[in-house]
Nanobody, 130 residues
Framework: QVQLAESGGRLVQAGDSLRLSCAASGRTFSSYFMGWFRQAPGKEREFVVAITGTGSTTYYGTTPYADSVKGRFTISRDNDKNTVYLQMNSLKPEDTAVYYC??????????????????WGQGTQVTVSS
C-alpha cells in the first residue's frame, strides 16, 4: 500500500515558477512508475508527465495541453526521500487546475490513462492569475 500527498500548490502570477512535491509512504517507492495529472474546473482529469522508477526516463503526453507543457514542466524524483516533483516554469492562466500525483507499478504500460495507476494523492490547487 502506498499513500501519496501533494503539496506546493498556491496562487501565482503568469510567468512565475512553482514546484509541486508528492511525498509517498512505503518502502517500495522506487519500484513505482509515477505520474502527474491535472484537472481543470469542469474538465476531466488529464495526464501531464510521468517518470520511471529509477528516474532515468520521463514521458510527456500527446494531448494539446501536454504539448504545451513541454519545455516548461519537468518531472523528477528523489527515491531516498520518497518524493516526486513537478517543476513548473513560465506558468500560464490555462495551467490553473488541481494537480494530482499518481503511482503504479505497471502504469508505464498505459501511462496517460488514469486507470493505469493504483494510488492517488488528494491533489493540490494551482491557480495562475493573468
Amino acid at each position: 500500500q502506498v499513500q501519496l500527498a501533494e503539496s506546493g500548490g498556491r496562487l501565482v502570477q503568469a510567468g512565475d515558477s512553482l514546484r509541486l512535491s508528492c511525498a509517498a509512504s512505503g518502502r517500495t517507492f522506487s519500484s513505482y512508475f509515477m505520474g502527474w495529472f491535472r484537472q481543470a474546473p469542469g474538465k476531466e482529469r488529464e495526464f501531464v508527465v510521468a517518470i520511471t522508477g529509477t528516474g532515468s526516463t520521463t514521458y510527456y503526453g500527446t494531448t494539446p495541453y501536454a504539448d504545451s507543457v513541454k519545455g516548461r514542466f519537468t518531472i523528477s524524483r528523489d527515491n531516498d526521500k520518497n518524493t516526486v516533483y513537478l517543476q513548473m516554469n513560465s506558468l500560464k492562466p490555462e495551467d490553473t487546475a488541481v494537480y494530482y500525483c499518481a503511482g503504479g507499478a505497471y502504469a508505464y504500460r498505459d501511462y496517460e490513462n488514469t486507470r493505469a495507476y493504483d494510488y492517488w494523492g488528494q491533489g493540490t490547487q494551482v491557480t495562475v492569475s493573468s
